[in-house]
Structure formats: C-alpha cells, structure tokens
C-alpha cells in the first residue's frame, strides 16, 4: 500500500458520491435493540461514566479511549459470530455459542482498567454487577474468556503508540503564527498528531491545503465574519446561533449520546452495533490524529489573535480591535485545521455511508446549553458544526470547511480498507 499523502482536495469529487463501498447490515428481522438489551449500548454509556464522568479526559483524549473500549468490543463480537468481518486486532478462538454479553463486559472491562486503573474498584464492582446478571455455565465463563483476549490485544497494541507525550507545539510572533490565547494562554495537546494512527497509514497521510494567504480577500471575509459573528457581544449573531455555539463547545459531547441513539432507533443488533461503535470511534480517533499533524504542520493564529493584532496582517480589508473577545474560550492549540471539524466531518460522513442515507433524524442534550438540537440529517448536523464553530468565536471558515473535507477522506480511506465483510 502506498503511503503517498492523500490529498484531501483531490477526493472531494469522489466523495460526495454515495460511500457504498461496504455493505451495512441493520438488525435482524424483529431483534430487539434498545439498551436495556443491547449489552454494546450499555458498555458504551459505562465508558463515557469512565473518560467523562470520572476522568474528565479532554476530547483528543476522549477518542483514544472510546476507540480502544469498542475497538475490543468489536473483536469480542466478531469473533463469536463466526467473523463475519475483518478483525480489528483479533479473531479470539470461539465456538459461536459463548454468552455475548459476558465478552462484551469482559472487553469492556479489561480495556477500561487499563485506561483509568484508578478507578479499578468502581469498574470491578459494575463489571461483577453485570456479570451477575447473566445465567452460569460454559458458555458465560467461554464469553468472558473471548471479551479478555480481545482486551488483552488492544491493550498491548496500543502500548507506547505515542499518547500523552511530551511535544510541544511551536509558537512564533510573526503575522499568522499561533501563540497562546487568553484568558489562561495555554499550550496543550501536542502529542495527539504523534500518537500511532489506528487504521490510516501514518499522522501525515492526509492533508490539507492551508489557509488563505493574509493579504487575501478569502483571509479577510474569514476574520471579518468570525469578527461580527463571533464575538462575546456580537449584536448580529442570533439566539439560536448562540445555543448552537454552546451545544457544539459542551466537552460532554452529544455525540456520544447520538451515537448510542442511532444504534437503538435505526434496531441493530449487537454484532451491527459493536461494529457501527468501533468503525465511529476508530474513524474519529484517526481524524484528530490526521488534524493535529496538520494543525503542527500549520501552526495558524486563532481569530482572537488575528483581530487583536489585523493592523500588522498586510490586509487593508481587515482592522485590529485590541478588546475583542470570543464567546468561548478558544482551544488551546493552534486553529487550523479545526479538530471539531475534522471529527464531526469523520462522523457524519460515516453515519451517511453506514446506514446509506443522509436524512434520519436524531437529536442531542448539552448542559453547558442547557438545550436539546434536533436534526433532520447528517448533512445538515455538519452545517451546523461548521457555523457554530465562527458564532463561537473560535474558528475561521476555511479551516472548519477543510477539517470537515479531511475527516470525510478518513472515513472515505476507512470504508474501504477495514471492517469488510468476510466470505
């Protein structure tokens, strides 16, 4: 396989075509899929009290986590249903008639432990609830066997892949060059463009084209837009363009709970959904990784350093305002291209291709909101995430328009290379 990069501008043509490449299964006729019944569904929300609730992991570490948990999952489940797909990591030995929801605990479980081992006795205590549960015999203890194997695997596959490490981004005072933002000018996150991708080739094999030049009329609409939209006492952004900006900024992040709703109102069963959960997590954990190497390769200003400083850019279309402040505390790494973007590009462009259509309703809570969005498709969801990112504050256009194009040709790279169905 060629590790060429793979140029995000050259595929946008191709991707706006149906991503049919892997065929897709629901659930099967008249099986159940809800969460009370869906031990996929309920090891995910386990996950989430584990990296939000507890640990409080930002979000370029919250996908690590995710992808690792359901990446285990996955393999447990596969392995149990004959392999019905390509492995993640492993195929363990299994009969097919082991107790799905023991390995899917087990998985879980066993990946969880390793992540958070200081929450070992709070996740003993819900695995061994769970496990109580489930009727004795063979097949519970062959299932918990299978669900460790598959922990086990991931675990080591991902020691040392380069998380949490000690780079550090390069700043720099020249016009265009990120340095840190107020109010706490921090610098964090480095590491996530280094850390070993879980199914492209490499950090650099995606990229994108850059931002506009300073002194052109593309550079000036992005700063003036952010500029009137964005700010804390923006007179032109709307009510609703407000609460968009919030919902989208909440680091709970309703994607998960969209995620988890999809799976229960679209009815797949558990192999569908553990698969649905793994190839969504690994996708958007590989797309943070993709765009931080660029955000690196890039190192742009964000808008509240631009504006401060638009009378040293070279454009006479653009004007400094020293007092301007964003309506969300801007990120603490450089702007372009943006991670929010890049993942929720991953995401929906996923979501189409997965369940072959664009236009399936869903919806979200944030509390930072304290409102619930309601959308009519994926296409759509996207739209929006590009917009509230510029009414945040925290985002030019151009760089929410190329994360969303670099995080559909992940998805686009994923769909054909991974996760096939087998026979």
Same mark, same amino acid.
């Given at each position: 396989?060629?590790?060429?990069?793979?140029?995000?501008?050259?595929?946008?043509?191709?991707?706006?075509?149906?991503?049919?490449?892997?065929?897709?299964?629901?659930?099967?006729?008249?099986?159940?899929?809800?969460?009370?019944?869906?031990?996929?569904?309920?090891?995910?929300?386990?996950?989430?009290?584990? %990296?939000?609730?507890?640990?409080?992991?930002?979000?370029?570490?919250?996908?690590?986590?995710?992808?690792?948990?359901? #990446?285990?999952?996955?393999?447990?489940?596969?392995?149990?249903?004959?392999?019905?797909?390509?492995?993640?990591?492993?195929?363990?030995?299994?009969?097919?008639?082991?107790?799905?929801?023991?390995?899917?605990?087990?998985?879980?479980?066993?990946?969880?432990?390793?992540?958070?081992?200081?929450?070992?006795?709070?996740?003993?205590?819900?695995?061994?609830?769970?496990?109580?549960?489930?009727?004795?015999?063979?097949?519970?203890?062959?299932? %918990?066997?299978?669900? @460790?194997?598959?922990?086990?695997?991931?675990?080591?596959?991902?020691?040392?892949?380069?998380?949490?490490?000690?780079?550090?981004?390069?700043?720099?005072?020249?016009?265009?060059?990120?340095?840190? &933002?107020?109010?706490?000018?921090?610098?964090?996150?480095?590491? &996530?463009?280094?850390?070993?991708?879980?199914?492209?080739?490499?950090?650099?094999?995606?990229?994108?084209?850059?931002?506009?030049?300073?002194?052109?009329?593309?550079?000036?609409?992005?700063?003036?837009?952010?500029?009137?939209?964005?700010?804390? *006492?923006?007179?032109?952004?709307?009510?609703?363009?407000?609460?968009?900006?919030?919902?989208?900024?909440?680091?709970?992040?309703?994607?998960?709970? %969209?995620?988890?709703?999809?799976?229960?109102?679209?009815?797949?069963?558990? =192999?569908?959904?553990? $698969?649905?959960?793994?190839?969504?997590?690994?996708?958007?954990?590989?797309?943070?990784?993709?765009?931080?190497?660029?955000?690196?390769?890039?190192?742009?200003?964000?808008?509240?350093?631009?504006?401060? =400083?638009?009378?040293?850019?070279?454009?006479?279309?653009?004007?400094?305002?020293?007092?301007?402040?964003?309506? =969300?505390?801007?990120?603490?790494?450089?702007?372009?291209?943006?991670?929010?973007?890049?993942?929720? @590009?991953?995401?929906?462009?996923?979501?189409?291709?997965?369940?072959? $259509?664009?236009?399936?309703?869903?919806? #979200?809570?944030?509390?930072?909101?304290?409102?619930?969005?309601?959308?009519?498709?994926?296409?759509?969801?996207?739209?929006?995430?590009?917009?509230?990112? %510029?009414?945040?504050?925290?985002?030019?256009?151009?760089?929410?328009?190329?994360?969303?194009?670099?995080?559909?040709?992940? *998805?686009?790279?994923?769909?054909?290379?991974?996760?096939?169905?087998?026979?």
């Amino acid at each position: 396989m060629s590790t060429q990069p793979f140029r995000v501008f050259l595929a946008v043509v191709a991707l706006a075509a149906p991503l049919a490449v892997v065929a897709s299964a629901p659930a099967a006729a008249g099986a159940p899929a809800g969460r009370l019944d869906n031990p996929v569904i309920t090891w995910d929300v386990n996950a989430q009290t584990a %990296i939000w609730d507890v640990a409080a992991q930002q979000p370029n570490e919250q996908v690590r986590s995710f992808a690792m948990v359901n #990446g285990a999952v996955y393999d447990a489940v596969n392995a149990i249903h004959g392999v019905a797909y390509q492995p993640y990591l492993v195929a363990p030995p299994a009969r097919g008639d082991e107790s799905v929801p023991a390995a899917v605990a087990a998985a879980a479980h066993g990946v969880l432990v390793a992540l958070f081992p200081d929450q070992r006795q709070r996740l003993r205590a819900q695995y061994d609830a769970a496990l109580a549960d489930l009727p004795g015999g063979t097949a519970k203890q062959r299932g %918990i066997r299978v669900g @460790g194997l598959a922990a086990a695997a991931m675990v080591a596959a991902r020691q040392h892949d380069g998380a949490f490490g000690d780079q550090q981004w390069s700043t720099g005072t020249e016009p265009g060059r990120w340095r840190p &933002t107020p109010p706490l000018f921090l610098s964090q996150g480095a590491w &996530t463009g280094h850390m070993r991708p879980f199914l492209i080739p490499h950090a650099g094999a995606f990229r994108t084209p850059g931002p506009p030049p300073l002194t052109s009329a593309a550079y000036a609409r992005d700063l003036n837009e952010v500029k009137a939209v964005g700010s804390a *006492t923006s007179t032109v952004r709307t009510q609703d363009q407000t609460e968009a900006a919030l919902w989208w900024h909440d680091r709970r992040s309703a994607s998960w709970e %969209i995620k988890r709703q999809l799976a229960s109102t679209q009815r797949l069963d558990v =192999l569908h959904t553990a $698969r649905f959960f793994a190839m969504t997590d690994l996708i958007v954990a590989d797309s943070g990784v993709a765009c931080f190497s660029q955000k690196e390769h890039w190192s742009y200003w964000r808008p509240v350093t631009a504006i401060h =400083l638009a009378d040293d850019d070279g454009n006479r279309r653009t004007a400094a305002d020293p007092g301007w402040t964003p309506l =969300l505390v801007t990120p603490p790494f450089p702007e372009y291209p943006s991670g929010h973007a890049c993942g929720t @590009g991953a995401r929906m462009s996923f979501y189409r291709h997965f369940f072959g $259509r664009d236009d399936i309703a869903f919806s #979200g809570s944030s509390v930072d909101s304290g409102t619930t969005r309601h959308f009519t498709g994926f296409s759509q969801a996207l739209t929006e995430l590009v917009g509230a990112r %510029i009414w945040g504050g925290v985002h030019f256009r151009s760089a929410d328009d190329d994360g969303a194009r670099l995080g559909e040709a992940i *998805t686009r790279y994923v769909v054909r290379h991974h996760f096939r169905p087998r026979g």
